[in-house]
């Protein structure tokens, strides 16, 4: 009688990074920093949100309408710089510091009932034909702490910015990542950790970052004195 071999052992298969990469969080809690350290990392293809809105200044003075003009500029311009990276080389990773569907957060704060109304009409049109990201990375910090980074910054214009409307953001924006699932999500508080100025923080996030992410998950690096 033949001798049957045994069977083969099961391999499971090399982690792969993930191919396209989202960073969010509110104003000054580290976005463009982290997204060029991981763009670095990956050797990939860097997209950046846009910051000329020629009408980002009336809207932190309050000016009528200006909220309206705001969030439009920012809605087609953020779905053609996506939707242009989208159609490139896909071999490349891709690692951007917006998430497209983020918009509608400030749209739900900042527009009345009609504006929101024709807002929402472009936003499905627009949302429609872009894919989301494999990873999603949410950088949390308190209203306190970005208060603290908006006056180290500098920028007149950000000086202008309530505290109310600020502490308003970041709870849109934990509402908001509290529902999300429509890709995987690493959850990082930076209110007690510096990606800017502590290097260790950021090389332990960039070592989390050949793990896998499943669903939901939350890290927190070990800060150093």
Known sequence: MPRTQPPAPQTTPAFQPPRTIAIEGPIRVGKSTLA?????????????DSEDNPFLADFYKEKPGS???????FLIE??????????SDAAVPLVSDFLFEKD???????LDNEELK???????????GLKPPD???YLQATPEVLRERIAKKQSPA?????RAYLEEVVRAYEHFFFRYS???LLVINTSEIDFVGRNADLQQLLRRLQEPVKGTQYFLPLGTD
Do not use: W
């Not at 060029?36 to 950046?48: I, N, P, Q, T």
């Open 104 to 110: 509608k957060i400030f749209a739900y704060i900042n």
């Open 36 to 48: 060029r350290s991981v763009a670095d990392r990956l050797h990939a293809r860097r997209v950046f």
């Open 118 to 128: 024709l807002y929402e009409r472009y936003f499905e049109m627009l949302a429609a």
């Open 78 to 87: 953020r779905h053609r710089r996506m939707s242009e990276v989208q159609q």
């Open 67 to 73: 909220a309206f003009r705001a969030q439009m500029y």
């Open 182 to 184: 429509a890709s995987d």
């Open 158 to 162: 950000e000086k202008q910015i309530a």
């Open 135 to 137: 990873l999603v990375i």
